[in-house]
């Protein structure tokens, strides 16, 4: 897998972004400015480029233009360097209908495989709180390092969308096609259950210990999958869906499948959700998101490009110094943004950050 690093980045049209030139180093990248100025909106920006996604969520097209656009239209302008040092133009045209692709000036057909990752501490409270959050997320970082189980995840959401469909409107002989279909589904219920669970045991290994070197605090941190299909063979799968046909009948949609899974995080044994202090959920949270970032570089060879938005609001003074000390010692390209002056005077003690200072959408020479 190909290892990039964004050199420089300019976006017109995108929300109140003035088309400045944006210079980022492959260390870190401390954004400072008020909140309100675009600090955010840059990581935003960086976010939609790599994955024609914004980390907000229900945010499309309509929210990410300019109030002062002219034109009906978001163009992204880049220089990337991949693991060979070499220097890739990168740019892409989007409009309300789609989005055009071009590297080194010329067009392509799709986009270029950059990951990134976005971190934020507020995002915790979701994880803890919500089941589909916590799915979302898993199903999220499992795609990033395997294509496989993000085409399988597809099919299987449409095939559970079909199903739902059937169930709802009921047209004629809506239950032998949902039969006829559901042995496909039984299948890939079985693959994303097994992968599920390889993969939180992939990342165990490394929880514990990035929570320990963040916040120099040694506890047993395990994420577990909740799951009625862990077990199972395809065929009993099958067997249960059948089993709640008539269920799934009088609710209109489908009560089994991997889509109704969960997952317990475990703090010392127990429920995080239940018996941690909200402080200790938020950095749980973040030390499953560097968990992660260790792994892919494990299982890769290479780094994501690390996205951090503003955690001085949601640490205390004594834990977001332990996470820059962290940072430090790390080889990922890091943007942080911060409104908090005395986390800039933390981050201003950072052998050979870039400074980028923002004020109304436009860089602070």
């Known amino acids: 897998m190909s290892s990039f690093k964004i050199s420089k980045l300019q976006v017109t049209n995108f929300r109140n972004l003035n088309s400045d030139i944006i210079t980022f180093s492959n260390g870190i990248n401390c954004i400072l400015g008020e909140n309100g100025n675009g600090k955010t909106n840059i990581l935003e920006a960086i976010n939609v480029l790599a994955t024609k996604k914004s980390f907000r969520k229900n945010t499309s097209f309509p929210q990410f233009l300019s109030f002062d656009g002219g034109k009906p239209e978001i163009i992204f302008s880049s220089v990337f360097e991949n693991h060979s040092q070499e220097k890739i133009s990168y740019s892409a045209k989007m409009t309300s209908d789609n ?52 085409r399988n995840l597809s099919r299987y959401t449409q095939g559970m969308r079909f199903r739902n469909t059937l169930l709802s409107k009921k047209p004629n002989k809506f239950k032998e096609q949902i039969i006829a279909s559901d042995p496909e589904l039984s299948m890939l219920s079985m693959y994303l259950t097994a992968r599920r669970v390889e993969f939180l045991k992939e990342i165990e290994d490394y929880i514990a210990l990035t929570f320990k070197q963040i916040f120099s605090e040694e506890h047993q941190l395990k994420i ?43 703090f010392d044994g127990l429920n995080s959700y239940d018996y941690c202090s909200l402080g200790q959920q938020k950095m749980s949270y973040l030390s499953l998101l560097f968990a992660y970032i260790e792994l892919f570089r494990y299982k890769y060879m290479s780094y994501p490009i690390v996205l951090i938005d503003d955690v001085s609001g949601e640490l205390d003074q004594h834990r977001w110094r332990r996470l820059v000390e962290y940072l430090e010692k790390r080889e990922f390209q890091v943007l942080i943004t911060t409104a908090n002056e005395k986390f800039k005077e933390e981050l201003d003690r950072i052998s050979g950050a870039n400074k980028i200072h923002i004020k109304n959408g436009s860089v602070i020479k």
């Not at 990752?117 to 916590?134: E, L, M, T, V």
């Not at 799951?227 to 089994?256: P, T």
């Open 224 to 266: 577990s999958l909740d799951s009625k299909i862990i077990g199972l063979s395809a065929l009993n799968v099958q067997q249960v869906f059948r089993n709640n046909l008539e269920i799934d009948c009088e609710r209109g949609h489908s009560s089994y499948g991997p889509h109704k899974d969960d997952y317990v995080l475990l």
């Open 99 to 150: 989005i055009l692709w071009f590297l080194n000036g010329e067009p392509v057909k799709k986009k270029l495989d950059l990951k990134v990752i976005f971190i934020n501490p507020f995002d915790s409270y979701g994880f803890h709180n919500n089941a589909s959050d916590r799915r979302e997320w898993i199903d999220f970082f499992i795609g990033q390092i395997d294509q496989t189980y993000k």
